[in-house]
């Protein structure tokens, strides 16, 4: 099994509401990740985590929280998102944060009014 | 700067066709290169991964090469068919001081022509 199951699969939310995206594996990876993508480019990383503690944040707006409350679940907390913050967002897994494969889920579609 | 590009940017050929994907990287301290496929508003499907200390990859009808020394991969479809229409994408991982981060390219527009 080598999957990543990521819902809502779409998200339609206005800029003053409070929504979370979740992502699941079962593939026993310890490492976690949050890509965002816009249309015709590539994926852009966003948060890494591995054992489960945060270890990359490029930068992100604070108006995004992750969370990774186990192994297996990873979450993604909006609040106060802008129009511009609409996009593809990604969840991906890999045994180890180095060397290993990357598995993606299939994304949440989130538009921001 | 530790760059990812794939050129050209969309391709189209004929069914039947053999094709090379090409992949340049900047740096060849690399952890690893995976290819990927991505259908318009899917995810990321993982085709192949090759680790630093390998030369190539093969699945089914696909082969994956790696040449650190040129910083080159190419990906070798074989008799291409319209279902392998989709883009693909060349995703390195570069060694970033304690960490590791996964660079993407921009990617290449397969079109297969029936």
């Known amino acids: 099994d080598t999957e990543v199951t990521q819902t809502p699969k779409h998200l339609v939310m206005g800029m003053t509401n409070k929504k979370s995206l979740k992502c699941e594996q079962h593939m026993g990876h310890r490492a976690m990740y949050w890509y965002k993508q816009k249309a015709k480019k590539p994926p852009e990383l966003m948060f890494v985590y591995s054992y489960e503690k945060l270890s990359i944040n490029e930068s992100v707006p604070s108006r995004f929280s992750p969370e990774c409350p186990n192994s297996s679940l990873l979450n993604l907390h909006l609040h106060a998102l802008q129009p511009e913050d609409s996009a593809l967002y990604l969840c991906?897994?890999?045994?180890?944060?180095?060397?290993?494969?990357?598995?993606f889920g299939e994304g949440s579609r989130l538009t921001v009014l | 700067k530790q760059e990812v590009t794939q050129i050209p940017a969309a391709l189209s050929v004929p069914e039947g066709e053999n094709l090379v994907l090409n992949c340049s990287f900047t740096d060849s301290a690399i952890y690893n290169l995976q290819w990927f496929r991505q259908d318009p508003g899917k995810g990321l499907t993982s085709l192949l991964l090759i680790q630093s200390s390998q030369r190539e990859q093969t699945s089914g009808r696909l082969n994956a090469s790696l040449d650190k020394s040129s910083g080159r991969s190419t990906l070798y479809i074989a008799a291409s068919q319209p279902g392998d229409s989709a883009t693909y994408l060349c995703a390195v991982r570069f060694p970033t001081g304690a960490n590791s981060k996964l660079t993407f390219g921009k990617g290449i527009t397969l079109s297969v022509r029936p």
């Open positions: 991906a897994s890999s045994r180890h944060r180095e060397t290993g494969e990357l598995f």
